[in-house]
C-alpha cells in the first residue's frame, strides 16, 4: 500500500476562495499580539494587520503537526496562517502592541517572501541563529537574482512571487521571483 503525505504547504489562506480580495487590503496599523503562554515559557505571537478599526487579517505562524521538522528532532513544520478575523480574539491577548505604518500598504505586502526573507536572514544572524554571514550574505545576494534565468533585480515590496526552493541550516527558504497572480512565499522554520 503506497500511501503518499499530501504536498507541504508552508502558507495557507483561510478562507482559501477568498485569497485574491485579503490580499488586497488595505492596512491601516500592525499589531503585535501575545496570546496563550506556550508549554517551555513565553507567549504565542501573532501579527494582525488592522484593515479597520473592528477587521483585522491575522498573520499566524503555527506548527503543522504532520511534517516533521528536518533541523529540530521531534518537532514539526511551521505554517503560517493568513485569516481575516474580527477583534474578538484580541480580547484574549494577553498583550497587544500597535505599530504605525507608511500608507499605501497592502496585506500582500506582508506576505512577499524576498522582502521577508532578505531581512528575516539578517535578523537571524544578529540574535545569532545562524553562525556564518558569508552565509548570510550569499543568502540576501542570491534573493536579488532570479533563477535559472540569473539576471539581477531588486527588492521590491508588491510583486506577486512563484516559489523556489532552498535550504539554509535554519530552515526552508522558499525564494522566489516576479511573477503577477502568484502568491508569496515565507522561511519554514524547524
Keep these: 500500500m503506497n500511501t503518499q503525505q499530501p504536498p507541504f504547504t508552508p502558507l ?8 485574491e480580495s485579503v490580499l488586497n487590503l488595505p492596512i491601516i496599523s ?4 501575545a496570546h496563550e503562554p506556550l508549554p517551555q515559557g513565553g507567549d504565542h505571537w501573532s501579527i494582525y494587520l488592522s484593515i479597520c478599526e473592528r477587521d483585522y487579517v491575522r498573520l499566524d505562524m503555527t506548527p503543522s503537526y504532520i511534517v ?3 533541523v529540530n528532532p521531534g ?13 474578538a480574539r484580541l480580547g484574549m491577548a494577553t498583550k497587544v502592541v500597535r505599530l504605525d ?10 506576505t512577499i517572501c524576498s522582502f521577508w526573507v532578505y531581512h528575516q536572514i539578517g535578523l537571524f544572524w544578529d540574535e545569532g541563529l545562524v553562525v556564518d554571514g558569508g552565509q548570510v550574505e550569499e543568502v540576501r545576494r542570491a534573493i536579488l537574482v532570479m533563477y535559472p534565468e540569473m539576471v539581477e533585480y531588486r527588492l521590491v515590496v508588491g510583486d506577486g512571487l512563484v516559489y523556489i526552493t532552498a535550504h539554509t541550516g535554519v530552515g ?3 525564494r522566489a521571483k516576479p511573477h503577477s497572480g502568484a502568491i508569496a512565499g515565507i522561511i519554514v522554520l524547524d
Excluded at 505554517?79 to 478575523?85: D, E, F, K, P
Excluded at 505604518?101 to 506582508?110: E, I, S
Design 68 to 70: 516533521p521538522a528536518t
Design 75 to 87: 518537532g514539526s513544520k511551521k505554517i503560517l496562517i493568513v485569516s481575516h478575523v474580527d477583534d
Design 172 to 174: 526552508t527558504l522558499n
Design 101 to 110: 505604518v507608511r500608507g499605501g500598504l497592502k496585506v500582500r505586502d506582508f
Design 12 to 19: 495557507q489562506y483561510i478562507p482559501e476562495k477568498k485569497k
Design 30 to 33: 500592525l499589531t503585535a499580539v
